[in-house]
């Protein structure tokens, strides 16, 4: 039997739409003169406040007397044999009679200061969106002026820890019909267009199989066969407004709680890649935490001196304009690197050392192998 969708009375009315952006129509929003300041421009907008200046922070009286009670341990022949032995032992791939038997011929060593400063800043953006109307009761403009959105006390995360939340904010909703289904609830099922019915794939609607006799027997012969979109109901509930039949619009507000990090390395006269010593672990040499750190200025190394005020003036000027900077934190670190060369077959070459923990880097160990291609 087949149907028409003619038939089917309580949804042949209903309109096909596309999924409707997020901004509500513009004639929602007339006349809600609290939303002025947010609407200027449409969609997404960054408030940020001034900057607040705050106490500044306390460099050492004397840098000297800092590095003088700093001591980083000097690597010897044997430290140096020991460090690449455990690295060797490590790795599934090398073998360890080389880093036993080679021959250690000079160890050049270097500390090298690293400046890095972290900054922890908080972004607002507003934006407008919706959820389906249940009971719970409206917080519209009525109940009073919408917060700034500065204004707004919320619960921050922990320092230097990053997230992003969002919240309502209070007093800005509104409710209105479901744009998507016109506040039905419901809409026509687009796999049978509203008619419950599609077309057999099996006999593509010719009620037989081909080159047989009989009728086709996953549609019964009918040349129809059930929607799998809507079981058959010829509708779908509305997926905008679950069924609700009305939205309530409000403003968002989304904060962004992120780390901004700035890092320099001291010039290094050896040939280890820069990346090593950015993840090599330091002895931390100084350490200035505030609400906002101001330029190291006569530490004894120039160029640390230079970078914190270089990072601290890019931090500010590229923060200043979308977020505002709730702490800093700047530090010195020393690294420790020794270069060790070595003689092995008669062939020199040279691995690394770096880090307080002895970390080891060597570019072309003598016996590597691939795990696959080792012949036992
Ligand atoms: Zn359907
Ligand atoms: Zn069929
Ligand atoms: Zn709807």
């Not at 010195?332 to 070595?342: D, F, Q």
Request: proline letters at 6%.
């Amino acid at each position: 039997m087949d149907r028409d969708p003619s038939e089917d009375d309580s949804v042949a009315d209903l309109s096909f739409e596309a999924e409707s952006p997020v901004m509500p129509p513009d004639e929602l929003l007339e006349g809600l003169p609290s939303y002025d300041w947010l609407l200027q421009g449409r969609g997404r907008r960054v408030f940020f406040p001034s900057l607040e200046v705050l106490g500044r922070s306390q460099e050492p009286a004397s840098w000297s007397s800092v590095l003088e009670h700093s001591r980083v341990p000097v690597v010897t022949e044997e430290v140096a044999r020991e460090a690449l032995l455990s690295f060797v032992n490590s790795q599934c791939c090398y073998s360890s009679v080389a880093a036993g038997n080679l021959i250690i011929q000079e160890l050049r060593q270097q500390t090298l200061c690293r400046y890095r400063l972290e900054t922890f800043s908080e972004s607002r953006v507003s934006e407008w969106t919706f959820q389906p109307v249940t009971n719970h009761s409206v917080d519209g403009p009525q109940r009073g002026a919408s917060p700034r959105l500065w204004d707004m006390k919320v619960q921050m995360p922990p320092m230097f820890q990053e997230d992003t939340r969002k919240f309502q904010v209070p007093h800005s909703s509104l409710v209105k019909e479901c744009h998507k289904c016109h506040g039905r609830g419901r809409y026509k099922c687009s796999g049978c267009h509203g008619a419950g019915m599609v077309r057999c794939s099996s006999c593509s609607g010719t009620k037989r199989k081909a080159r047989q006799p009989r009728r086709c027997h996953m549609c019964s012969g009918s040349g129809r066969r059930r929607c799998s979109t809507c079981s058959g109901r010829g509708n779908k509930t509305c997926a905008t407004c679950k069924g609700e039949r009305k939205l309530e619009h409000f403003v968002q507000l989304v904060i962004m709680w992120k780390n901004s990090l700035f890092e320099f390395v001291s010039p290094n006269h050896l040939h280890c890649p820069r990346e090593l010593l950015a993840k090599a672990r330091g002895e931390n040499l100084f350490r200035d935490e505030n609400a906002t750190v101001y330029p190291i200025v006569d530490f004894p190394l120039r160029d640390i001196s230079l970078a914190s005020q270089r990072g601290i003036e890019e931090h500010n000027t590229a923060l200043a304009s979308r977020a505002r900077i709730l702490q800093q934190r700047q530090t010195i670190e020393l690294i420790p690197i020794t270069e060790v060369h070595y003689w092995y077959q008669g062939k020199t070459s040279v691995y690394y050392i770096y880090g307080t923990d002895h970390q080891v880097y060597v570019a072309d160990y003598p016996e590597r192998y691939c795990c696959g291609c080792t012949i036992l």
